[in-house]
């Protein structure tokens, strides 16, 4: 996925090799200047006939222009659009999404929409299977903790989440439900249900903690009360009696929140073995667990004579004479089944009535759940397309995940420009987005959250208006925006230092096209709220600077082409060096990156963003001519047919200097030393020409973005080869890369495994499908072969993303073209989840 971050962090080396011939290019730059700053002089001295004190001055100026040049382009890269923002100024706008589930990294955790918000989280484990020096104690979400299953059941993204997890034996329901009211936000209440999964492990023990803490630097106080007086203390002595009890609840103060109250309630007193807290500092959110784990002891209960894993209270450093906590916990032991409520309360909140748990919470979350089911039916009409209950509930936890996993983050990335000799700082400013992976990418990827808006927006418009409109703020100077987004300490701590830097040189695909067009093909002007029409106008400026950063920096040699940046052109291991921009990183290309290789996806991706700007121009009465006659010249059949067909191989392809020959071979080893490493061989010279013994996703983009003429005899000749199962027809879905092309399932360097070379994602078969049912219903000669294509396609799809999901419990990132089987990581939903689309075919 997502410029193959899990590559993108092994290949560490090959970017950075990478970045050389750019730094060059910056050295050339300030040669260049330099120059200017000679002639100017030379003039000088001619016109000034030897004045001395003139030449001088010029120079100085010269000089001191070039560094105010150079320092300018320094900057260039993180400064901000001066163009007004479009998300709107304050979160307090959309109440109801004021509080949420906004932290996708850990299996359950509530924050709001500040930039240092109050944060809240669990993490349990077993104490009778918790192994001697390991209690397993779950937080983040971790492949390795190996999870049967875990995420959103439902999630409306607003007002409400029910999350289910399986951990070995036991099962754990999340849920809560938001409450608007007062003036800071409102209320919530969130349950943790544990039962067990036998009935031979009822009175089993679990442990949970639900913490609370501070956001990076968040300025304000927590108070922890203690549950003394709700509890039968007599017979134990009064140090000890302490000792031994929870919180009843936290009292708190933020500048965004006012004044609130958290409280904690059991359902069933019976069931409770042991409670206890911590109070204590720490230092980032990132350090909560080490900071618990290293708060807790064994623990005596004078009464029991029992022995419990316990929090040890207050804890603060000697020299912290203020005991200021910024972390407070509050832990329950007991007997499977329990529960545990925590209550959110705002001050301001005045006439709320009852508290929000119990029955009454019940009640309210049933609501919503059946608001939930009712607009879930009437949005993808699951049940009306004769999907069963087993296949809609796996569709509406997709859907769920996918929505339960939008985060709020606060921070800055790193980025450098090949002006910076050192990557600087972004400026700060928070990111509402959804995330490709709650457990391996659990942040902002720019490409990826077209394909998840697609979904989303089908969803609930407004939130996806909100998500493009934080993704458009951080755009800079140039129009350009950093594709992955490593915003705050938590989201930090899980990327290594050398992978953060993005380079202004690399914009993944534009992909908030597909869903600007999704949102507004087909709907009249005067079916468009103006709320949208409002956010489309305050969008414009930047969509103008975006579309313009794609057509003029990644422009060709010719008129009509584009290339993919940032290719190693001195890479001397990898078999093909790596488009990681493109988004499909290891995707085979020209063999020999230059300047005047043709990009084909991006040439597409680029019409159709002309195509879209240009109806977007339409509704909100801008200027649109321009884009317009881009996509006519872009979209030309017979231009894209010069550029891109290769009539001799009858695919279209991508056009550079290229060699079929190309394999990675073991140098002689020299007595005495390791072995070396493979290295790229080349056995016959490269030649300009078309990239046509590669057929794969790249071949399939002019169908795709469906500017193929219906009755062209290309596109008769490309859904003919898309059935032919030596290519990229599988069972499962179409491969990335076909059979016969000399890179497929090949590793790009030793440590390389392949990555778009063969597995089938699924973004791009729904786009195919989503194009062979445009083709389907469109007149032509091609119409009936694209609908016979689109059926077994979208059939093979579903059944095999539900198999896996049924063997498995997840969602993956790609699937094997041999077996179908899920691979890469879990779970995967983000654009995965566009099995969803293609059940209820809802393609616009
Ligand atoms: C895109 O770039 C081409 C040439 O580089 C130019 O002719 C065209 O007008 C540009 N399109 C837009 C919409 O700016
Ligand atoms: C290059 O590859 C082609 C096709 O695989 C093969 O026919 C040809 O012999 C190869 N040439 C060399 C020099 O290896």
Redesign the pocket.
């Known amino acids: 996925m997502t410029g193959g971050n899990k590559k993108l962090h092994v290949i560490g080396a090959s970017e950075t090799k990478k970045n050389r011939p750019k730094v060059l290019k910056s050295s050339d730059h300030s040669t260049h200047s330099h120059n200017q700053g000679v002639s100017t002089l030379n003039i000088s001295r001619k016109q000034h006939n030897g004045s001395l004190y003139t030449g001088v001055g010029v120079i100085a100026i010269s000089v001191v222009s070039w560094f105010v040049y150079q320092g300018y382009l320094e900057t260039r890269v993180n400064s901000p659009l001066t163009e007004d923002k479009v998300a709107f100024p304050s979160s307090h706008d959309f109440p109801e999404r004021y509080w949420g589930s906004f932290r996708p990294g850990v299996y359950f955790g509530m924050k709001s929409r500040d930039t240092h918000s109050l944060l809240a989280g669990l993490m349990w484990f077993m104490p009778d299977v918790a192994a001697a020096g390991n209690l397993n104690l779950r937080h983040l979400c971790d492949q390795g903790d190996n999870l049967e299953q875990y995420g959103w059941k439902e999630h409306d993204g607003r007002n409400f989440g029910v999350q289910v997890i399986i951990d070995k034996f036991i099962q754990l329901e999340t849920s809560f439900v938001t409450k608007l009211g007062g003036n800071h936000g409102g209320d919530w209440t969130a349950r943790i249900q544990v039962e067990p999964r036998m009935k031979e492990l009822k009175g089993q023990q679990v442990t949970l903690y639900f913490y609370l803490t501070l956001d990076d630097n968040g300025k304000g106080l927590l108070q922890p009360i203690r549950m003394i007086d709700n509890m039968d203390t007599s017979g134990m002595d009064a140090s000890e009696s302490v000792k031994f009890l929870g919180l009843s609840a936290v009292h708190g103060h933020t500048e965004k929140l006012g004044d609130f109250r958290v409280s904690f309630h059991h359902a069933n007193q019976q069931s409770i073995v042991h409670t206890a807290f911590l109070s204590t500092t720490v230092g980032s959110p990132h350090l909560v667990k080490d900071a618990l784990q290293s708060g807790l002891r064994l623990m005596e209960d004078k009464r029991s004579k029992e022995r419990h894993i316990s929090l040890a209270g207050a804890l603060f450093a000697k020299e912290d004479n203020l005991k200021q906590p910024n972390f407070v916990v509050h832990q329950v032991t007991g007997k499977l089944p329990l529960q545990l409520e925590i209550v959110y309360e705002s001050n301001s909140f005045a006439e709320r009535g009852i508290l929000l748990r119990g029955e009454v919470y019940d009640a309210l979350l049933q609501k919503y759940r059946e608001q939930f089911r009712i607009q879930f039916e009437n949005k993808f009409r699951l049940n009306e397309k004769g999907f069963s209950e087993e296949e809609q509930d796996f569709a509406k936890s997709a859907m769920s995940n996918l929505v339960g996993g939008i985060g709020y983050f606060y921070g800055s990335s790193k980025v450098q420009s090949v002006h910076n000799k050192e990557p600087v700082p972004y400026w700060n400013a928070p990111l509402y987005t959804a995330v490709p992976s709650r457990s391996f990418f659990p942040r902002g990827f720019l490409w990826d959250e077209g394909f998840h808006n697609l979904i989303i927006s089908q969803w609930d418009r407004e939130i996806s208006f909100d998500i493009m409109a934080h993704w458009f703020d951080l755009m800079n100077v140039e129009g350009w925006i950093p594709r992955e987004q490593i915003l705050g300490s938590e989201a930090r701590a899980r990327v290594p230092d050398e992978f953060v830097v993005q380079r202004n040189n690399q914009g993944n695909p534009p992909t908030f096209f597909l869903v600007l067009d999704a949102m507004f093909k087909n709907r009249p002007v005067r079916d468009i709220s103006t709320l949208e029409l409002e956010q489309l106008n305050r969008m414009w400026p930047r969509l103008v600077s975006w579309y313009n950063w794609f057509n003029t920096s990644l422009h060709g040699s010719e008129p009509g082409t584009y290339y993919w940046r940032g290719r190693d052109t001195a890479s001397a291991r990898e078999l093909n060096p790596k488009s990681l921009s493109s988004g499909l990183d290891d995707y085979p290309r020209a063999s020999h990156p230059t300047t005047y290789e043709r990009h084909l996806d991006l040439r597409c991706w680029i019409t159709l963003a002309a195509k879209v700007m240009a109806s977007i121009a339409d509704i909100i009465g801008r200027e649109g001519r321009k884009y317009h006659e881009t996509f006519v010249f872009l979209s030309n059949n017979e231009l894209l047919n010069a550029q891109h067909w290769s009539e001799k191989a009858k695919r279209y392809a991508d056009y550079g200097l290229h060699s ?2 190309v394999t990675l071979r073991r140098p002689k080893s020299i007595a005495g030393q390791p072995k070396p490493d493979k290295i790229r061989w080349v ?2 010279e490269p030649t300009p020409r078309f990239v046509d ?1 590669t057929f794969g996703y790249v071949s399939l983009f002019p169908l795709i973005v469906e500017i193929l003429q219906p009755d062209s005899p290309q596109l008769g000749q490309l859904l003919q080869d898309l059935r032919n199962p030596n290519l990229l027809w599988t069972k499962y879905g179409l491969r990335s890369l076909s059979k016969t092309s ?1 890179l497929y399932n090949k590793r790009n360097t030793e440590h390389d495994p392949p990555y778009w070379r063969g597995p089938i994602w699924i973004n791009v078969n729904y786009l195919v499908a989503r194009a062979l049912h445009h083709y389907s219903v469109v007149e032509g000669p091609h119409q009936t072969r694209a609908l016979l294509l689109y059926n077994e396609l979208r059939e093979n799809l579903i059944t095999n993303v539900l198999r896996e999901y049924r063997k498995t419990g997840y969602i993956w990132e790609q699937y094997n073209d041999a077996n179908g089987a899920g691979q890469g990581c879990r779970p995967f939903t983000g654009w995965s989840t566009l099995i969803l689309p293609l059940m209820s075919e809802t393609y616009v």
């Open positions: 079929s020959n056995s016959e013994d000399p």
